[in-house]
């Protein structure tokens, strides 16, 4: 079985058309394959991810900051910390996905990216580009390659980019 650990936004107030696809991406992932690592939350995306999941018996990991316990579900591991709770996140992942998010979302992604870069790991890091969230994040690291700021292509860097929630569910279960 292969850990997802999956960055995405905690915030309430998200659109509807990211609630729908994010629970439509999360149904259709086989949970006889693979288990969720995330950030623990309940509201927002996390809210989507912990729900959807937990309702087809999908495994999840919790790890959580200064919480134990979210509408009676125990956090695996608790942490002071966003530094602490990234390392164990990275730790437990064999696959990373960036959903729609803001700067935590971009923190976390970043990392990931970075330490692939720096050779700390090697490990897949996925972009769900949905409605063009992470357009001008793409565009920016586009700018920074031609400007010899960043040596590599994307996929030396083990990023793919999905916009369809099929497709990504697909790939994630056949990974």
């Not at 956090?75 to 729609?100: H, M, V, W």
């Not at 565009?139 to 590599?152: A, P």
């Amino acid at each position: 079985m292969k850990t997802l650990t999956i960055f995405c936004s905690g915030k309430t107030g998200i659109k509807e058309k990211y609630i729908q696809s994010v629970n439509k991406l999360i149904s259709c992932l086989d949970t006889d394959k693979i288990q969720i690592a995330y950030g623990g939350g309940n509201v927002g995306l996390m809210g989507v991810v912990r729900d959807a999941y937990l309702y087809k018996g999908g495994k999840i990991i919790t790890s959580n900051i200064n919480k134990f316990t979210i509408d009676g579900m125990q956090d695996d591991y608790l942490f002071y910390n966003i530094t602490e709770r990234q390392s164990k996140l990275i730790e437990l992942g064999d696959i990373f996905l960036a959903l729609p998010g803001g700067y935590g979302t971009i923190y976390e992604l970043l990392e990931v990216i970075t330490k692939n870069q720096i050779e700390e790991i090697s490990k897949e890091v996925i972009i769900y580009n949905y409605n063009g969230i992470y357009d001008y994040l793409l565009k920016q690291i586009d700018k920074l390659r031609e400007e010899g700021f960043i040596k590599h292509d994307l996929d030396w860097y083990k990023i793919k980019i999905f916009t369809d929630e099929e497709e990504l569910c697909n790939y994630i279960n056949n990974l």
